[in-house]
């Protein structure tokens, strides 16, 4: 299995349901201990560690602190759409480099890429458009979508 969630063949890789519910413990409380995950799906400490360790490792899951960029000084966020020329897939890569940007996905329609960013400010921003993303070969234009108010961010969709 590669690192990311996938076997050789491409397609997700198979969780049974125990490793499903372990994932659900961890997305309700990514603090919650071993031992009180064990207690709920019916496995030891030392076995929900080696799951867990055995999730991480196969990039199915990571277990990750998420903050508020605006408690901690960073008070212009946006989301990015870019127009491309070439493979977007090398761009991805170039754009996934730089230290602001904290999402990156390929897209099929308007824009080829989106791309979300984090900044201390708007000067910072602008900066960043002028002197990282519209240098960079292969993006032909970008439209900037300016955050005003993160009204809903959640992680606990749960599993199939």
Same mark, same amino acid.
């Given at each position: 299995?590669?690192?990311?969630?996938?076997?050789?063949?491409?397609?997700?890789?198979?969780?049974?349901?125990?490793?499903?519910?372990?994932?659900?413990?961890?997305?309700?409380?990514?603090?919650?201990?071993?031992?009180?995950?064990?207690?709920? $799906?019916?496995?030891?400490?030392?076995?929900?560690?080696?799951?867990?360790?055995?999730?991480?490792?196969?990039?199915?899951?990571?277990?990750?602190?998420?903050?508020?960029?605006?408690?901690?000084?960073?008070? &212009?966020?946006?989301?990015?759409?870019? &127009?491309?020329?070439?493979?977007?897939? $090398?761009?991805?890569?170039?754009?996934?480099?730089?230290?602001?940007?904290?999402? %990156? $996905?390929?897209?099929?329609?308007?824009?080829?890429?989106?791309?979300? %960013?984090?900044?201390?400010?708007?000067?910072?921003?602008?900066?960043?458009?002028?002197?990282?993303?519209?240098?960079?070969?292969? %993006?032909?234009?970008?439209?900037?979508?300016?955050?005003?108010?993160?009204?809903?961010?959640?992680?606990?969709?749960?599993?199939?």
């Amino acid at each position: 299995m590669s690192g990311n969630g996938r076997n050789a063949a491409g397609k997700p890789a198979p969780l049974d349901e125990v490793s499903k519910k372990i994932i659900e413990q961890l997305q309700a409380d990514g603090r919650r201990s071993y031992a009180e995950i064990g207690k709920a $799906v019916g496995l030891s400490e030392a076995a929900v560690r080696q799951r867990v360790q055995k999730l991480t490792d196969a990039g199915v899951m990571q277990v990750v602190a998420v903050t508020d960029p605006m408690q901690l000084g960073f008070y &212009r966020q946006a989301m990015i759409g870019i &127009r491309a020329t070439g493979d977007t897939r $090398v761009l991805a890569d170039q754009l996934a480099a730089i230290p602001a940007v904290d999402y %990156v $996905v390929l897209t099929a329609g308007s824009f080829d890429l989106l791309v979300e %960013v984090v900044c201390e400010d708007d000067d910072e921003l602008i900066d960043l458009l002028n002197s990282q993303i519209r240098g960079l070969d292969g %993006v032909s234009s970008t439209e900037t979508f300016v955050y005003l108010k993160l009204h809903k961010q959640f992680y606990n969709w749960g599993t199939r």
